[in-house]
């Protein structure tokens, strides 16, 4: 009933110096960004609002920078954030809901964070994993007042080992999300989850 939040105009700005202006839109910043994004869904009831920004920016020409999307006369790329954004706008659900760990919020607990949403019209839990740590973890989800049978779920994976990894208008698929589907018993999954991933 208080007042509601516009987060407006953020981004991860790396540190090191970079020799290319589409260099700073690394997989560092946008996996930063993914954590950061965990905690805007976690809290949508405040948080009414959020936008990335800038936006575009022409190679040859720009004021600020990063960028979501680099673009030279001919060519377009979408970077790492691009994905992170468009991977959360696919997939945010109606209705957040838990995600604990012994009753506490996963803000950055073993290097996750996480966000979990359900969405009323097609009756998906969709659960968003930000893995910061430099090693694999493995990791085992229970769905607690979830009815399911056995079956499968889709993940799809946004990840590099590269901290430094940028897509660029010579390579924009460096870094793009990657489906695959597991399969599960009941409500109980074990999860991989890759070194530096969303």
């Not at 905690?39 to 575009?56: I, W």
């Not at 377009?76 to 209705?95: A, D, E, M, R």
Request: aromatic letters at 8%.
């Amino acid at each position: 009933k208080g007042p509601k939040i516009f987060a407006g105009e953020y981004a991860a700005h790396v540190t090191e110096e970079k020799k290319e202006p589409v260099d700073r839109n690394n997989w560092k910043a946008a996996m930063c960004e993914a954590a950061f994004m965990t905690g805007l869904e976690r809290n949508a009831d405040v948080v009414q609002m959020a936008s990335y920004a800038p936006l575009f920016a022409h190679i040859d020409g720009w004021q600020w920078n990063p960028d979501l999307i680099w673009v030279d006369n001919l060519r377009v790329c979408g970077t790492p954030s691009y994905y992170v954004q468009q991977l959360f706008s696919t997939n945010k659900g109606s209705t957040a809901v838990l995600a604990t760990s012994n009753g506490n919020t996963l803000t950055g607990q073993d290097s996750l964070y996480v966000s979990a949403v359900t969405d009323v019209n097609t009756s998906e839990l969709i659960i968003k994993i930000v893995n910061t740590d430099s090693v694999e973890q493995e990791k085992q989800v229970l769905l607690n007042g979830i009815k399911r049978k056995d079956g499968t779920i889709r993940v799809t994976t946004l990840q590099s080992g590269q901290l430094d990894l940028a897509n660029t208008l010579d390579h924009p698929a460096a870094i793009v999300p990657v489906q695959s589907v597991i399969s599960i018993g009941g409500n109980k999954i074990r999860l991989k989850l890759p070194a530096y991933s969303f």
